[in-house]
């Protein structure tokens, strides 16, 4: 096997060290190794005025520090990048001279343009990309990027009987480190968070999850609005990758082997699926996701209304339901997955808003932020994605009697509390006068 003197992974949405392709190719082709972490800046937060939540923050550096302890295991560190353009990868490439460099593949367009860019400035340089977020190899899927089907289910029927590797252990030494360590600080807001970063804490709940019986209520639990144990809550940990689909998927088959397959730990998978189904379909339109008109060859008839918007954000709608699991949202920097589609629902329907401004509110505010699924979802409520049966309309109504009947969850977050009127302004922005 080729040994190259000098290595690099860059780290992304892979803050971990099981199930880390990137690292153990890396132990085995590599003298010396950089371990870096490249933090990037929000192609979309000029577009849509993105600035991260405290808790989403707070979750991440947790989690890159947990990284650093876990490699100082091995001997070795991780410093940080801060990529506000090309010249600045450039300029750490040129310092340190690495033969090879090892990323993880990540569905945002902007940290793919980086890679194609230096790839292209850097032809001497070994470059090598895993796929360390999906649960299938592209070499696996059933269909060339060109016939990517057309709906989840079809999706999902082509791909749920294919296997499923298993999750590679952690490399049993790494090379030493290269150059002197790069002092370096994260600095954040402590906040109090519902959720710890990191591998150990992802490998926890992981653990804690699968000990009790909770799998195999999971279908008749997951559409509760809150409740600890009524989701999985692995979309926290599987957004930076502190944990793997794969070790998420071999922990629920290992349950099954105690517990039994049910429908229930089915639908976990199925759920997995969901996820999977985004990350390739980001893949395939990698310029489509954060385009008003998605996949289709139309607008959305909605706008940009700063009233309205400001009136979601801040949970001051005229419906209960949706402020309720606003303020969760604001409060907590999380939200049921049923609360995320009655949400989004009502900003692209009642609230006639833009999607793209929901889907970067959330971005904004959700610990479990993930590009691919985040942004996959919302064209699906918004009817601009790839399912061809124009987007979804929650009735508020329902949802409330069938979710929150004794009015728990809306008095729990205070959803009552609110403008009764959508609008205090008309079209031309003058005054509403109520009688």
């Given at each position: 096997m080729e040994r190259f003197e000098l290595g690099c992974v860059f780290f992304s949405n892979d803050l971990r060290v099981y199930d880390n392709l990137c690292l153990v190719s890396a132990a085995k082709?590599?003298?010396?190794?950089?371990?870096?972490?490249?933090?990037?800046?929000?192609?979309?937060?000029?577009?849509?005025?993105?600035?991260?939540?405290?808790?989403?923050?707070?979750?991440?550096?947790?989690?890159?520090?947990?990284?650093?302890?876990?490699?100082?295991?091995?001997?070795?560190?991780?410093?940080?990048?801060?990529?506000?353009?090309?010249?600045?990868?450039?300029s750490f490439i040129d310092e340190f001279n690495p033969n090879v460099i090892y990323r993880s593949w990540q569905p945002r367009q902007s940290a793919n343009n980086y890679w194609e860019a230096i790839k292209k400035a850097y032809p001497a340089i070994d470059f090598k990309e895993e796929f360390t977020s999906t649960l299938f190899d592209e070499s696996q899927?059933?269909?060339?990027?060109?016939?990517?089907?057309?709906?989840?289910?079809?999706?999902?029927?082509?791909?749920?009987?294919?296997?499923?590797?298993?999750?590679?252990?952690?490399?049993?030494?790494?090379?030493?480190?290269?150059?002197?360590?790069?002092?370096?600080?994260?600095?954040?807001?402590?906040?109090?968070?519902?959720?710890?970063?990191?591998?150990?804490?992802?490998?926890?709940?992981?653990?804690?999850?699968?000990?009790?019986?909770?799998?195999?209520?999971?279908?008749?639990?997951?559409?509760?609005?809150?409740?600890?144990?009524?989701?999985?809550?692995?979309?926290?940990?599987?957004?930076?990758?502190?944990?793997?689909?794969?070790?998420?998927f071999h922990s629920l088959k290992k349950y099954e082997l105690v517990a039994g397959a049910s429908e229930s730990t089915y639908w976990i998978y199925f759920e997995?699926?969901?996820?999977?189904?985004?990350?390739?379909?980001?893949?395939?339109?990698?310029?489509?996701?954060?385009?008003?008109?998605?996949?289709?060859?139309?607008?959305?008839?909605?706008?940009?209304?700063?009233?309205?918007?400001?009136?979601?954000?801040?949970?001051?709608?005229?419906?209960?339901?949706?402020?309720?699991?606003?303020?969760?949202?604001?409060?907590?920097?999380?939200?049921?997955?049923?609360?995320?589609?009655?949400?989004?629902?009502?900003?692209?329907?009642?609230?006639?808003l833009d999607w793209r401004y929901g889907a970067a509110y959330f971005a904004q505010k959700l610990i479990d932020y993930d590009f691919a699924s985040n942004w996959g979802n919302w064209q699906y409520i918004a009817g601009v994605g790839t399912d061809p049966r124009g987007g979804r309309h929650f009735n508020l109504s329902k949802q409330r009697a069938v979710y929150d009947p004794n009015f728990t969850f809306i008095n729990s977050w205070q959803g009552e509390k609110c403008d009764q009127y959508l609008d205090s302004a008309d079209i031309v922005d003058w005054p509403i006068t109520r009688v």
């Open positions: 082709e590599c003298k010396t190794l950089a371990c870096v972490y490249l933090e990037t800046k929000d192609d979309l937060k000029q577009q849509f005025g993105i600035n991260e939540s405290d808790l989403r923050r707070q979750f991440r550096s947790q989690s890159l520090c947990a990284l650093d302890t876990e490699l100082k295991r091995f001997g070795q560190r991780i410093d940080r990048l801060v990529v506000k353009s090309k010249a600045d990868i450039c899927l059933p269909f060339e990027s060109n016939h990517f089907p057309a709906t989840f289910s079809k999706f999902r029927r082509a791909v749920e009987h294919l296997a499923i590797k298993d999750p590679v252990a952690c490399p049993s030494s790494l090379p030493p480190p290269v150059g002197k360590p790069k002092h370096w600080q994260i600095k954040f807001k402590p906040a109090d968070c519902l959720f710890a970063g990191g591998e150990r804490e992802g490998k926890k709940h992981l653990h804690d999850y699968f000990k009790g019986q909770h799998a195999s209520s999971y279908k008749q639990t997951r559409n509760a609005l809150d409740g600890w144990k009524n989701s999985t809550k692995f979309s926290v940990w599987l957004s930076n990758g502190c944990l793997s689909v794969r070790q998420t997995l699926l969901w996820r999977e189904y985004f990350q390739w379909y980001a893949k395939t339109y990698p310029s489509t996701l954060t385009k008003f008109s998605g996949l289709s060859n139309r607008s959305p008839k909605t706008f940009f209304n700063p009233q309205r918007f400001k009136k979601w954000c801040s949970a001051n709608t005229p419906f209960p339901l949706v402020n309720a699991c606003m303020s969760q949202l604001n409060a907590e920097g999380y939200m049921s997955n049923r609360g995320r589609q009655i949400v989004a629902s009502c900003l692209v329907n009642e609230l006639s």
